[in-house]
Protein backbone atom coordinates (compact mmCIF):
# COMPACT_ATOMS: atom_id res chain seq x y z
CA UNK A 1 0.00 0.00 0.00
CA UNK A 2 1.29 3.71 -0.77
CA UNK A 3 0.55 6.95 0.16
CA UNK A 4 1.30 9.68 -2.48
CA UNK A 5 1.39 12.92 -0.86
CA UNK A 6 2.92 16.46 -2.40
CA UNK A 7 6.32 17.79 -1.19
CA UNK A 8 5.38 21.49 0.07
CA UNK A 9 8.49 23.54 0.28
CA UNK A 10 7.67 25.91 3.87
CA UNK A 11 9.23 25.43 7.52
CA UNK A 12 8.56 22.25 9.42
CA UNK A 13 6.88 22.94 12.34
CA UNK A 14 5.73 20.84 15.19
CA UNK A 15 2.50 20.94 16.71
CA UNK A 16 1.61 19.58 20.02
CA UNK A 17 -2.04 19.02 21.90
CA UNK A 18 -2.73 18.30 24.98
CA UNK A 19 -6.36 16.70 25.55
CA UNK A 20 -7.09 18.09 21.97
CA UNK A 21 -6.15 21.61 22.78
CA UNK A 22 -3.25 23.40 20.65
CA UNK A 23 -0.48 24.17 23.38
CA UNK A 24 2.79 23.86 21.26
CA UNK A 25 3.99 25.41 18.03
CA UNK A 26 7.50 24.91 17.59
CA UNK A 27 10.32 24.67 14.68
CA UNK A 28 12.92 22.77 14.32
CA UNK A 29 15.20 25.64 15.22
CA UNK A 30 18.45 24.48 15.71
CA UNK A 31 17.99 21.37 15.57
CA UNK A 32 18.31 20.62 19.02
CA UNK A 33 16.37 23.26 20.82
CA UNK A 34 13.39 24.25 18.33
CA UNK A 35 12.13 28.16 17.82
CA UNK A 36 8.87 28.66 20.06
CA UNK A 37 6.20 30.24 17.22
CA UNK A 38 2.86 29.32 19.16
CA UNK A 39 1.38 31.91 18.86
CA UNK A 40 1.89 32.92 15.88
CA UNK A 41 0.72 28.92 14.51
CA UNK A 42 -2.54 29.72 16.60
CA UNK A 43 -3.37 32.57 13.57
CA UNK A 44 -3.12 30.16 10.67
CA UNK A 45 -6.68 29.16 10.47
CA UNK A 46 -6.16 25.47 8.45
CA UNK A 47 -4.56 24.90 12.05
CA UNK A 48 -7.27 24.19 14.35
CA UNK A 49 -7.23 25.22 17.96
CA UNK A 50 -9.19 22.30 19.36
CA UNK A 51 -9.30 19.08 18.04
CA UNK A 52 -12.75 16.97 17.96
CA UNK A 53 -11.30 14.68 20.17
CA UNK A 54 -9.64 15.30 23.78
CA UNK A 55 -6.03 13.55 22.59
CA UNK A 56 -2.94 14.11 23.63
CA UNK A 57 -0.74 14.30 20.39
CA UNK A 58 2.06 15.67 18.62
CA UNK A 59 2.29 16.29 14.96
CA UNK A 60 4.47 17.59 11.83
CA UNK A 61 3.76 20.02 9.50
CA UNK A 62 4.99 22.21 6.44
CA UNK A 63 4.03 25.73 6.91
CA UNK A 64 3.71 27.52 3.71
CA UNK A 65 3.00 30.75 1.87
CA UNK A 66 0.37 29.95 -1.30
CA UNK A 67 1.09 31.83 -4.57
CA UNK A 68 -1.18 34.07 -4.54
CA UNK A 69 -0.24 35.08 -0.41
CA UNK A 70 3.01 35.63 -1.36
CA UNK A 71 2.07 37.79 -4.56
CA UNK A 72 -0.44 40.33 -2.39
CA UNK A 73 2.72 40.38 0.42
CA UNK A 74 5.09 41.71 -2.48
CA UNK A 75 2.58 43.97 -3.89
CA UNK A 76 2.28 45.44 -0.50
CA UNK A 77 6.31 45.21 -0.06
CA UNK A 78 6.51 47.20 -3.41
CA UNK A 79 4.03 49.68 -2.58
CA UNK A 80 6.15 50.66 0.74
CA UNK A 81 9.39 50.68 -1.04
CA UNK A 82 10.23 47.40 1.24
CA UNK A 83 12.78 44.74 0.01
CA UNK A 84 10.67 42.31 -2.12
CA UNK A 85 10.93 38.63 -0.30
CA UNK A 86 13.10 36.31 -2.47
CA UNK A 87 10.37 33.53 -2.90
CA UNK A 88 7.42 31.82 -0.84
CA UNK A 89 9.34 29.17 1.02
CA UNK A 90 11.59 32.46 2.72
CA UNK A 91 8.27 34.05 3.50
CA UNK A 92 6.54 32.03 5.55
CA UNK A 93 9.78 31.61 7.31
CA UNK A 94 9.90 34.91 8.17
CA UNK A 95 6.08 35.53 8.75
CA UNK A 96 6.05 32.63 11.20
CA UNK A 97 9.28 33.74 13.12
CA UNK A 98 7.48 37.03 13.33
CA UNK A 99 7.52 38.92 16.88
CA UNK A 100 4.14 40.32 16.25
CA UNK A 101 1.48 37.33 15.90
CA UNK A 102 -0.92 40.26 14.36
CA UNK A 103 1.19 40.62 11.37
CA UNK A 104 1.60 37.50 11.19
CA UNK A 105 -2.25 36.64 10.89
CA UNK A 106 -1.99 38.91 8.08
CA UNK A 107 0.26 36.81 5.98
CA UNK A 108 -2.16 34.24 4.78
CA UNK A 109 -0.12 31.50 6.00
CA UNK A 110 -1.27 28.01 5.38
CA UNK A 111 -0.07 24.16 6.63
CA UNK A 112 0.16 21.00 5.82
CA UNK A 113 0.12 18.15 8.20
CA UNK A 114 2.19 14.94 6.68
CA UNK A 115 2.77 12.96 9.95
CA UNK A 116 2.08 12.25 13.81
CA UNK A 117 5.41 12.24 15.43
CA UNK A 118 4.15 10.90 19.12
CA UNK A 119 0.04 9.97 20.43
CA UNK A 120 -0.83 8.39 23.40
CA UNK A 121 -3.14 5.49 23.48
CA UNK A 122 -3.23 4.67 19.44
CA UNK A 123 -0.90 2.58 17.57
CA UNK A 124 -1.46 2.77 13.74
CA UNK A 125 0.10 0.10 11.45
CA UNK A 126 -0.01 2.68 8.29
CA UNK A 127 0.61 5.85 7.65
CA UNK A 128 -2.48 5.83 6.05
CA UNK A 129 -4.04 5.19 9.05
CA UNK A 130 -2.38 7.98 10.95
CA UNK A 131 -3.34 10.37 7.91
CA UNK A 132 -7.22 8.96 8.79
CA UNK A 133 -6.45 9.09 12.40
CA UNK A 134 -5.73 12.99 11.70
CA UNK A 135 -8.64 13.38 9.64
CA UNK A 136 -11.15 11.97 12.16
CA UNK A 137 -10.16 14.61 14.88
CA UNK A 138 -9.71 17.55 12.62
CA UNK A 139 -6.31 18.02 12.01
CA UNK A 140 -5.06 19.39 8.52
CA UNK A 141 -3.57 17.92 5.80
CA UNK A 142 -4.33 16.94 2.17
CA UNK A 143 -6.72 14.63 0.69
CA UNK A 144 -3.95 10.90 0.89
CA UNK A 145 -3.97 8.81 -2.18
CA UNK A 146 -3.99 4.54 -0.95
CA UNK A 147 -2.48 3.21 -3.93
CA UNK A 148 -2.76 -0.44 -4.53
CA UNK A 149 -0.85 -0.97 -7.25
CA UNK A 150 1.93 0.51 -8.63
CA UNK A 151 1.02 1.40 -12.37
CA UNK A 152 -1.16 3.76 -10.56
CA UNK A 153 1.43 5.80 -8.77
CA UNK A 154 2.46 8.06 -12.15
CA UNK A 155 -1.40 9.01 -12.65
CA UNK A 156 -1.79 9.95 -9.00
CA UNK A 157 1.58 12.13 -9.21
CA UNK A 158 0.18 14.02 -12.38
CA UNK A 159 -3.04 14.25 -10.32
CA UNK A 160 -0.92 15.72 -7.73
CA UNK A 161 0.57 18.26 -10.18
CA UNK A 162 -2.85 19.68 -11.34
CA UNK A 163 -3.78 20.34 -7.74
CA UNK A 164 -0.56 21.90 -6.89
CA UNK A 165 -1.01 24.09 -9.85
CA UNK A 166 -4.63 25.14 -8.50
CA UNK A 167 -3.84 25.10 -4.90
CA UNK A 168 -0.67 27.41 -5.42
CA UNK A 169 -1.81 29.32 -8.22
Not at 23 to 34: K, L, W
Not at 64 to 83: I, L
Not at 122 to 128: A, G, I, M, R, V
Amino acid sequence: EYVVEPKIDGLSVSLKYENGILVEGATRGNGITGENVTANVKTIKSIPLELNESVNITVRGEVYMPHKSFEKQNREKEQKCEKLWANPRNAAAGSLRCLDSKETAKRGLDIFVFNIQKVEGYEFKTHLEGLSFLTAVRSSHSSNLSIPRIEVISASILSISALRLARFS
